[in-house]
């Protein structure tokens, strides 16, 4: 390890470079449950692209793996160590380097804070509309790696619709640029987009290039209270399919909806068994929340709650917000991360339910119903070893739920270390084979945050 640690003191500022096991055991993993992380070598802190393409240089003189790191507040092992790695944390590269309103773009460094850089926009009349829930903390680099949605896809979709171009250092320490500044571009292969969600695997990302949107009205919302989740959902469905693009679209079921009350006393009956949320920024929010609240209603609505301004939606939408943290207070969670059509959704929550049943577990679940986004959080004694083990199996048979309805093991947390294993289900033989080609044209020595994703 001491060549290692001097040869990349010769590039690095000394600080730069962590050995302290306390501190690299600090960053060895990241939120997710139930992934291993090894014991790095070396934790790393560059904060100019030479220094990265320094490091990239000395990992492939060496032999030594990389694994690059954001906020590290990714649920899928993804930014998790391995054994001899060097830690690669970005979080000093965190300057937004250009806003230009003109052409609706911003420059930024992959340790930019979500929400710093929706603030900075936002002083120019314009938004960064992908929002993860962890968005006052994850980095912009992190959602790229990971291709992070949020709680406004089903209106302006996720991360990798946003990302223009990237400058991106690849294994051996060359310095890639992809895509393109301009709003149309079509030339060659479409590398931009086949980083953007690649977690590491296949370049490390130095710099973004992002599309902007003109920061809309502000939004308001309802929530209605439902007397089964396939009520709410057939609300959800015919909402769509009534041509309505709400803001925001979020359901939550009455294991969730119980441990919010529980949590936060909101006065929810208990006869609720599933909450609806419905938002818009039209300019004209009300005549589409009353049209959305018909609608909930004749699907079976007991109540529909309109918003009268902004300050009373997001005392609506605090429930759906406090969620986890409802659920965390229920022993220790792990959340999942299975998208479905959106047809299909009340098949998916119900079947959950059937699985937390048999499993004996609790199971809450809540979904960004417009895009069929499910996050089902398994509630288990992580010092019981019997629960554990069922809590295991019941997160593999909420995946091979969502496969069998047509949907993906992954909606927008990534594969990582987590869902690795089912990724070869979901691609198939060949699909699987041509990505592993692809990660060896980028990464022929593997040494790229090995043993994740493929």
């Known amino acids: 390890m001491s060549d290692l640690v001097d040869l990349l003191r010769e590039g690095l500022p000394e600080a730069a470079v962590v050995v302290d096991p306390d501190v690299t055991a600090a960053y060895r993993q990241d939120m997710a449950g139930f992934c291993e992380s090894g014991a790095p070598a070396v934790l790393v802190f560059p ?6 393409r320094h490091v990239l240089r000395c990992a492939t003189a060496l032999r030594v793996p990389v694994v690059p790191q954001g906020a590290r507040t990714g649920l899928s092992g993804a930014a998790n160590a391995v054994d ?67 709680l406004c896809c089903v209106k302006y979709g996720t991360t990798s619709e946003y990302v223009l171009g990237l400058d991106v250092v690849l294994a051996d320490g060359e310095l890639l640029r992809t895509g393109r500044r301009t709003a149309k571009g079509v030339a060659g292969y479409d590398l931009t987009r086949l980083l953007v969600g690649s977690e590491g695997t296949l370049g490390v990302v130095v710099g973004a290039t992002l599309a902007l949107r003109p920061t809309p009205p502000p939004q308001l919302a309802l929530a209605a209270e439902f007397p089964s989740t396939e009520a709410a959902c057939a609300a959800v469905c015919a909402v769509m399919e009534a041509g309505y693009t709400p803001s925001l679209m979020e359901l939550m079921d009455t294991v969730s909806v119980r441990a919010v009350n529980a949590l936060a006393q ?21 005549a589409d929340l009353a049209a959305a609240g018909e609608i909930c209603t004749a699907h079976g609505a007991t109540e529909v709650v309109p918003a009268a301004d902004s300050a009373e939606s997001e005392l609506l939408l605090q429930a759906r917000r406090l969620s986890l943290t409802a659920m965390d207070r229920l022993g220790t969670t792990m959340v999942d991360d299975v998208a479905v059509p959106r047809s299909a959704l009340a098949a998916m929550i119900s079947g959950v339910a059937g699985i937390a049943e048999r499993f004996d577990l609790t199971i809450g679940v809540v979904a960004h119903a417009g895009d069929g986004n499910t996050h089902p959080v398994v509630v288990f004694d992580a010092d019981d070893p019997d629960e554990t083990a069922r809590a295991r199996e019941s997160f593999d048979a909420i995946m091979a739920l969502g496969l069998d309805l047509g949907g993906t093991i992954t909606g927008e947390h990534g594969v990582g270390l987590l869902k690795r294993d089912w990724l070869a289900r979901e691609l198939g033989p060949v699909g699987l084979e041509l990505q592993r080609r692809v990660k060896a044209a980028f990464d022929p020595l593997g040494l790229l945050n090995p043993g994740k994703v493929l």
């Open 47 to 52: 904060d100019t692209v030479e220094q990265v």
């Open 84 to 150: 001899g790695c060097i830690l690669l944390s970005l979080v000093r590269m965190n300057r937004i380097l250009e806003i230009d309103p003109v052409n609706r773009i911003a420059v930024v460094e992959p340790g930019v804070v979500n929400a710093e850089l929706s603030r900075a926009a936002g002083a120019h009349g314009l938004t960064y509309p992908p929002d993860p829930s962890s968005w006052e903390s994850c980095t912009i680099g992190g959602n790229i790696g990971t291709a992070s949605g949020g």
């Open 266 to 286: 909101m006065g929810l009956p208990d006869s609720t068994a599933a909450l609806l949320l419905i938002a818009f920024d039209t300019l004209d929010p009300v």
